[in-house]
């Protein structure tokens, strides 16, 4: 079945301690993307993967960080997480980049008190 | 600076009726529009493209106005499953812009 996974889904943590939330992709896509969502703000991209080794900030990549090692991989990594990044993250992907239909993964709902 | 404005809601519509909304974009020089739909706590799912002809998808109708600088999404005969946010994506071609999403507009059908 094609799908975007993220792990974990729920995640509640300290400020300052370093976190990994992972996203994989079994469709071979080129783009990928992560999004944070927050009420009264919608979707807002933090980073985004255009292939393998190559990423770009999206509008608000202040305190992420990403690595694209693997076509399949995008994790994106909070060094010393605050409680301004408690949110909901989706991980996506396209075949086609931005133009193209966006595949979402589950959500990971982040509190980080 | 990128923008994309949709009216929050909720609007609250009897099941049965047609219900239409908007979404207005700033950057003149956006190249993809699409419509995506997101229920309670869900992922976002793709709906349909917004080609500039326009394009129909059973009830779902959306459409273009690049001279306005909106696209529009109109829903007939609406069922209790369409209850959901409805959220509007443009995208730019060229340099290191992606994908903007609006910030959704929530639809409740009423029984």
């Known amino acids: 079945e094609a799908q975007v996974t993220q792990n974990p889904r729920y995640l509640i943590t300290v400020t300052g301690k370093k976190l990994t939330v992972t996203c994989s992709q079994n469709?071979?896509?080129?783009?990928m993307s992560w999004y944070r969502q927050d009420p009264g703000l919608g979707l807002r991209q933090i980073y985004y993967?255009?292939?393998?080794?190559?990423?770009d900030k999206g509008d608000v990549p202040e305190g992420y960080k990403v690595s694209r090692k693997e076509k399949r991989n995008f994790p994106l990594i909070l060094e010393s997480p605050s409680p301004n990044q408690t949110s909901l993250y989706f991980c996506?992907?396209?075949?086609?980049?931005?133009?193209?239909?966006?595949?979402f993964g589950p959500g990971t709902r982040l509190t980080v008190t | 600076r990128k923008e994309v404005e949709q009216d929050p809601g909720p609007f609250n519509v009897p099941e049965g009726a047609t219900v239409a909304f908007n979404c207005t974009y700033s950057?003149?020089?956006?190249?993809?529009f699409f419509w995506y739909r997101q229920d309670c706590r869900k992922e976002p799912k793709l709906l349909m493209s917004?080609?500039?002809s326009g394009n129909e998808d059973g009830r779902f109708t959306a459409q273009l106005n690049r001279a306005s600088q909106y696209i529009s999404l109109l829903i007939r005969d609406s069922k209790l499953s369409d209850s959901a946010t409805y959220l509007c994506?443009?995208?730019?071609?060229?340099?290191?812009?992606?994908?903007?999403f609006g910030k959704g507009t929530h639809l409740i059908i009423q029984p």
């Open positions: 996506a992907s396209s075949a086609s980049g931005r133009g193209g239909e966006q595949y």
């Open positions: 469709m071979n896509h080129e783009y």
């Open positions: 993967s255009m292939n393998v080794e190559v990423t």
């Open positions: 950057n003149s020089a956006s190249q993809s």
């Open positions: 917004v080609y500039s």
């Open positions: 994506v443009v995208t730019t071609g060229g340099g290191a812009d992606g994908l903007t």
